[in-house]
């Protein structure tokens, strides 16, 4: 049980991070929501992909595919940086008892896409552009497992959206900052994403997008969320987050540039 409460603005909620259990086994409600994240992201992709030239059958396969290497791509990265956490190596399997990292779990469901989209000869810009939408809802549904679980939040704030926890000093909410920005990161991409001129540019705007928000919320977390490089200077997702800015801009000015390129060969091949 926790006790949430936006003081500033009159709010208090007792949470019980144990939506139900089968037995003796508790069923947390962290787990539902990234499950009805990745189901309302998939439902998403699924009944609007055909339209960009995707099949229905490779979206459902892509998705679970994704989803199981995600999870192995999240649980590593985790691993990777905060192996002192663990006091055996068995704890490694424990992923119910939490420790994932979203960068891991994205890197894991891209390489997964890959594969499948060589085995199967699919384009995989395409397929990419395709759902690059599902990730930004999944996404932002899944941040309010945080908020079940009372984690990951930000530093002292005097703002009047501060959340307190257990009576504690008021925080920045970072579950919902990261919300509301991978929602806005949706709304662009649907609205635009049919103008684009290659394929790619879509998914390089998802990529551009998040990792935007990420370094900066990254740099507003409690330290003992960050999984540090270099010990309270550098985190290692605002290093992945500006990596992920410099190869999304320059993949973008590199679509745009062999377009142009295209546009005028074609002109020439005519004149």
């Not at 709304?187 to 390089?204: E, M, W, Y």
């Amino acid at each position: 049980m926790n006790i949430i409460s936006f003081p500033k603005l009159g709010l208090t909620m007792t949470i019980n991070n144990i939506a139900f259990s089968i037995g003796s086994k508790p069923v947390y409600w962290y787990a539902l929501i990234i499950l009805a994240g990745f189901f309302a992201g998939l439902a998403f992709v699924y009944f609007t992909c055909e339209k960009r030239g995707v099949k229905k059958d490779n979206v459902w396969d892509t998705a679970i595919y994704g989803l199981i290497a995600g999870i192995i791509g999240a649980r590593i990265f985790y691993v990777i940086f905060d192996h002192e956490g663990f006091t055996s190596w068995l704890d490694v399997f424990k992923i119910w008892e939490g420790g994932l990292a979203i960068y891991g779990g994205i890197i894991g469901a891209a390489i997964s896409t890959l594969i499948y989209c060589r085995v199967k000869k699919l384009n995989a810009a395409a397929v990419f552009d395709a759902c690059a939408p599902g990730l930004l809802i999944g996404q932002a549904i899944g941040r309010f497992g945080n908020f079940m679980n009372a984690e990951v939040y930000g530093r002292e704030t005097a703002l009047p959206w501060g959340m307190s926890i257990n009576g504690g000093a008021a925080v920045h909410p970072l579950f919902l900052y990261e919300s509301i920005w991978n929602a806005l990161g949706f709304a662009f991409i649907a609205l635009f994403r049919d103008k684009k001129k290659s394929d790619g540019q879509v998914f390089c705007f998802y990529i551009l997008w998040y990792s935007l928000g990420r370094l900066f919320l990254e740099g507003m977390r409690d330290s003992k969320y960050i999984l540090y490089l270099i010990p309270n200077a550098l985190g290692i997702s605002q290093l992945v987050a500006a990596l992920g800015i410099i190869i999304s801009v320059s993949v973008l000015v590199y679509l745009s540039i062999r377009k142009k390129n295209s546009v005028e060969n074609a002109r020439s091949d005519v004149e």
